[in-house]
């Protein structure tokens, strides 16, 4: 009997203990966690683009992870590593002047450490190339661009480990019907 008074005992203090610490509707140490590596996510998704805007190879490969994979619209972007995504950048860099990114419909999912996440969103996309004249007016635009990606907080930075980018086409490639549960 001695020992069952003892284990409520411990019990009671234990719980009272709990309930000092957590104070009902408080938001947990993770929550927190998860919410600050969201906004900090949120950010990195919309400054990523930003070594377009000022030209800089440099500024992309701070954004790339070493081991990164881009697989763009065209059928031979598919490229794994900064060596190999490097060139593809370097040429789109050179044809593209005053890119403008337009993105809604963002979606990330946050891994339960808060040090992953993946995402998707839809952009519009805007530029000109050497070849325009600035003063046409005449411009390039690419609308509803399907634009998924992974990043990963590396030695306290965020680096794109896979980026993709489609672009669909009108009707199925495959004929298929939709089907209702």
């Given at each position: 009997l001695h020992m069952l008074k003892k284990f409520f005992l411990i019990k009671a203090i234990g719980l009272f203990l709990y309930s000092c610490n957590h104070v009902p509707g408080e938001k947990s140490l993770k929550t927190d966690l998860i919410e600050?590596?969201?906004d900090e996510v949120k950010l990195f998704i919309n400054d990523q683009y930003d070594f377009f805007s000022i030209?800089?190879?440099?500024?992309?490969?701070r954004k790339f992870y070493k081991d990164a994979v881009l697989i763009g619209?065209?059928?031979?972007?598919?490229f794994f590593g900064w060596n190999k995504i490097k060139p593809s950048l370097l040429g789109q860099i050179d044809a593209i002047e005053n890119p403008k990114f337009v993105t809604r419909n963002l979606n990330i999912t946050m891994s339960d450490d808060g040090r992953m996440a993946?995402?998707?969103?839809?952009?519009?996309?805007?530029?000109?190339t050497p070849t325009t004249e600035s003063s046409?007016?005449?411009?390039?635009?690419?609308?509803?661009?399907r634009n998924s990606g992974?990043?990963?907080?590396?030695?306290?930075?965020?680096?794109?480990?896979q980026i993709h980018w489609s672009i669909g086409v009108k009707?199925?490639?495959?004929?298929?019907?939709?089907?209702n549960d």
């Open positions: 600050k590596a969201t030209g800089s190879i440099d500024e992309a490969e619209t065209d059928e031979k972007e598919y993946s995402y998707n969103q839809i952009i519009d996309f805007s530029y000109r046409s007016g005449v411009k390039y635009e690419i609308k509803n661009i992974v990043i990963k907080k590396i030695s306290g930075d965020w680096k794109l480990i009707g199925k490639v495959i004929e298929y019907e939709l089907k």
